[in-house]
């Protein structure tokens, strides 16, 4: 996906970048469904800025995304 190429070449240069750990986190969890690595960008840039508003707005989302694709998939009878 050429968009985590990206966002991996800004972190390159500033892994601190909570844009660009954030716009990882969407490419991840919205557009490959890697609920865990999603959450996981979005926490590094929480670490960096507690406030950041978008991140703590995606976190959440992908986090209920990620539970309710967990709970669809568990309640399905063969």
């Known amino acids: 996906n050429e968009s985590i190429t990206n966002y991996d070449k800004a972190l390159a240069i500033n892994p601190k970048d909570v844009n ?4 990882l986190g969407a490419a991840l969890g919205y557009g490959l469904g890697k609920y865990n690595e999603s959450i996981t ?3 590094k840039a929480l ?9 703590v707005k995606e976190k959440q989302f992908i986090v209920a995304t990620a539970a309710r694709k967990a709970n669809s998939t568990a309640t399905k009878k063969p």
């Open 47 to 55: 670490a960096i800025n507690p406030n950041y508003f978008v991140a």
């Open 20 to 23: 660009a750990l954030t716009g």
């Open 41 to 43: 960008n979005y926490d």
